[in-house]
């Protein structure tokens, strides 16, 4: 899919196209939020390493031990502390943490339109571009595993599907978009098929 077009270009357009942010509940309409909710600011870094023939999403796999979302497939990120300038030095930080990503090594390309989680966070995606490698360390405890798939399988609307299960009595449909053996879902799919939207348009 990526072979002709150099791929911080086709990045670079998707960001110029205008465009509604996304959230948990976009297949779920019928959600009901408690009032007086508030939303807490969050960063996560979308990192695109185009080192090699094939460029590449880095993602990771949280620790099962975790209170939150254990066993999930997440970008590296989290919430905004108040010493952040912003939701893109929150994302840079966070990347340093979880997977030992440089801060000066992500060449930045802007920001996707955020998305609002059922947790009550308002998370930014920050999209960069990896030009050279690094190693990743993962964060003891928080993440079990840093690995990658091709940019050009989540950048494809064919690979999503819509699953469902049921959640505090009620089913719930989200987007997948597995990967080997890797079962992408939830918002972290929802960030991607938004970005690929954007892509396709």
């Given amino acids: 899919m990526l072979t002709g077009p150099d791929p911080t270009d086709v990045l670079r357009a998707a960001l110029s196209r205008p465009g509604d942010g996304s959230s948990d509940f976009d297949l779920n309409p019928d959600t009901v939020l408690p009032e007086g909710r508030k939303l807490r600011p969050a960063g996560v870094l979308v990192p695109v390493s185009v080192v090699g023939n094939t460029p590449r999403v880095i993602l990771t796999k949280r620790s099962s031990a975790l209170k939150h979302h254990p ?3 997440a970008f590296p990120g989290g919430k905004q502390d108040k010493g952040d300038a912003d939701v893109t030095a929150t994302a840079l930080r966070e ?19 955020t998305h609002e989680t059922v947790t009550s966070f308002t998370v930014t995606p920050v999209l960069a571009i990896l030009r050279d490698r690094f190693q990743p360390v993962p964060e003891p405890g928080e993440v079990v595993e840093v690995f990658s798939v091709p940019l050009a399988h989540v950048l494809d609307p064919a690979n999503y599907i819509i699953e469902s299960r049921r959640w505090r009595g009620h089913k719930r449909y989200y987007f997948t978009v597995p990967f080997g053996p890797y079962y992408i879902w939830g918002a972290t799919a929802r960030m991607l098929r938004g970005l690929a939207a954007r892509v396709s348009e």
């Avoid at 990503?101 to 339109?113: A, C, F, K, R, S």
């Fill in 71 to 73: 066993g999930q497939i």
């Fill in 95 to 113: 990347a340093q943490e979880e997977i030992g990503l440089p801060p000066d090594l992500p060449d930045i390309l802007g920001h996707l339109p």
